[in-house]
């Protein structure tokens, strides 16, 4: 059983890899990217609270992270977004066994 | 199979530009965590303990103030917790809806009055700063450009 889940999750990093990672080291900055790091490497990742500050508040505080610790590397970002991909399947494993028969049992 | 569906779904256009989308990455992870860990507690009959309890912050996560859209996750929760109540059919029908009520109503109030907070309260500034605006209209030329 232990090992049955352990494939699962190499299965799942691996079609995620796929998925995600095989141009990722070939993306730089797009769109609004250039003016967030521009503004972020001229006046400190704390500029990013004055940003989001008009709608998305908590958004500053990401951001700086993200900024403190990727700095103007867009590849690091592109690993972040992917560990958060993963992230985001990773718990539907533990909760999807028997869906099916729950929908069965609804129908 | 329905985890390997919620790796590459929703699938963001802007997957690409990451250092933008970040936070829509990172809430879209809460969301799903979230409603992850509350379908576990309601199987695990641990609603009101243990397994339930992280799945709190990262609803609130998800949703306030870091992308408001991700409110639709609490669709999702709402249907997933409706079903699992149904699936008890040795009770009756308003036990059911009860139960299940209660369970969603910590989430309803979180997503309740993050809608307040934003529909009421939140006073955006009158304006993003300067050097945003400048950049947005060298790239995006056709945008009005700021008053100040």
């Not at chain 1, 250039?34 to 503004?39: K, V």
């Not at chain 1, 958004?59 to 993963?86: C, D, E, K, T, W």
């Not at chain 2, 809806?97 to 910590?106: E, R």
């Not at chain 2, 993050?114 to 790239?139: D, E, G, Q, T």
Request: aromatic share 18%; charged share 15%.
């Amino acid at each position: 059983m232990q090992k049955k889940n352990w494939l699962g999750v190499f299965v799942m990093l691996a079609v995620a890899a796929i998925a995600y990672l095989p141009l990722a080291h070939q993306f730089g900055f797009l769109n609004d990217d250039w003016y967030l790091m521009f503004d972020a490497h001229v006046s400190g990742s704390g500029f990013f609270h004055e940003i989001y500050s008009i709608d998305r508040p908590l958004r500053g505080y990401l951001m700086q992270a993200a900024f403190s610790l990727f700095g103007l590397n867009p590849f690091n970002y592109q690993i972040s977004a992917f560990v958060f991909r993963v992230f985001s399947g990773l718990p539907c494993s533990g909760c999807s066994t028997n869906c099916g028969a729950r929908v069965n049992s609804i129908i | 199979m329905a985890a390997i569906l919620f790796l590459i779904y929703p699938g963001f256009l802007s997957q690409i530009n990451p250092i933008d989308y970040q936070a829509q990455i990172f809430s879209l992870a809460c969301g799903m965590f979230s409603v992850a860990l509350t379908i576990k507690a309601i199987r695990a009959e641990k609603c009101l303990s243990g397994l339930s309890l992280p799945s709190y912050p990262f609803a609130w996560l998800d949703i306030s103030r870091m992308v408001e859209y991700f409110i639709g996750f609490e669709v999702l929760r709402l249907i997933s917790v409706g079903i699992l109540y149904w699936r008890e059919h040795e009770k009756t029908i308003t036990t059911r809806l009860t139960s299940a009520f209660m369970a969603f109503l910590p989430f309803l109030a979180s997503a309740g009055g993050f809608l307040i907070w934003r529909l009421f309260f939140l006073k955006p500034s009158a304006k993003p700063p300067m050097s945003v605006y400048k950049f947005r209209n060298y790239f995006h030329p056709r945008l009005p450009r700021s008053g100040g």
